[in-house]
């Protein structure tokens, strides 16, 4: 198995992101804090075989989003993003 | 949408061989208010000594169904496929929550003509948008391009010659990768540029574009769209893992 093959999309989160957030992260727009990009959550790169899980930017690479859960509490980073726009 | 995201208990309603390895889970799931076509449902499975495996599966299903379907593909060494394939029986229960995720879907309410492209059991999210057109009479001009290594390994081969045949505007192309039947006259080789310039939309067509595959799969795809002049704004990408069973 390559490496690489372990790259979804933030979608494949779409359910801890929920859970966390009460809102359907994925549709929401986020702003990359290291380059400055624009993608909808559900389209950056996202690692859900790791800890935890973790988002990065598709253009840099930057880590955005980490999320760790121990079954009963959320621990969120989003420390690596500038701007997250949820609703319609 | 549920915004606060509960478990529930779902009975299992019905099972369907898609292919030797392929199996569809049909859910009847309390209170299910419905889904977007293209969205996933959470599934958790707890052995006795309470260790938990969860897995994101793509709803097959139109969006309009009262149940809820899971195509699976059994994955070897996997931890919930073969359980879902091998195991499960008409009764069972299952925990499960959703729908969720509402960037990969496609809600019909676009004119403009519709691209999914599929890799092996990548087509599950692709068909549940192909059901929902059928089911609304749709007639928004859709290619469906489907890469499988076998005839014997197309997932929902009947109905989609059935939905391919009925000419209401969707095109259904195959490439066989690996065998190909006795007087196979269709594609063969893996999904490229070159093959994307000769069956897909043009770029001018403007077409809204969903590609779901292994990880590879799609990331050879969606860089052959953009090389072609499609543009990156309109391709909706859904990867999955080789570690997904």
Known sequence: MDARDLVLDGNAAAGLLQEVFSADVTAAEG????????????ALVAYTQAPGLVIRCRQCEAV????????????VDLSGLRTLQLGG | ????????????????????????????????????????????????????????????????????ELTVERIEDGE????????????????????????????????RPVLLVAGGSGVV??????????????????????SARSWDDVIYRDELERLGGQCDGLDVVYTLTRTQ??????????????????????????????????????EIVAAALVELGHDPASIKTERFGPTGG
């Open chain 1, 31 to 42: 702003t990359c804090g290291g380059c400055g990009a624009t993608d909808l959550v559900g």
């Open chain 2, 80 to 111: 919930v496929s073969p359980y879902l394939t091998e195991v499960v029986r008409s009764g069972d229960q299952l925990e499960v929550r959703g729908p969720v995720g509402g960037y990969f879907v496609w809600d019909g309410t676009s004119e």
């Open chain 2, 125 to 146: 999210p692709l068909m549940a948008m192909a059901r929902q057109r059928a089911g609304e009479r749709s007639s928004v001009p859709t290619r469906l391009i489907y």
């Open chain 2, 181 to 218: 039947p006795a007087g196979w006259t269709g594609h063969t080789r893996r999904i490229d540029a070159s093959l994307l310039s000769d069956v897909a939309w043009q770029p001018e067509d403007q077409p809204l574009t969903f590609v779901c595959g292994p990880t590879p799969f799609v």
């Open chain 2, 1 to 68: 949408m549920k915004r606060v995201l509960t478990w529930a208990v779902a009975t299992v309603a019905d099972l369907r061989a898609e292919t030797a390895h392929v199996k569809t889970v049909v859910l009847d799931v309390p209170d299910w208010q419905g889904h977007r076509a293209g969205q996933h449902l959470d599934l958790r499975l707890t052995a006795e000594d309470g260790y938990q495996a969860q897995r994101s599966y793509s709803i097959a299903s139109a969006a309009d169904g009262r149940q809820v």
């Open chain 1, 64 to 75: 955005l989003i980490r999320i760790v859960t121990d079954g009963r509490r959320h621990w």
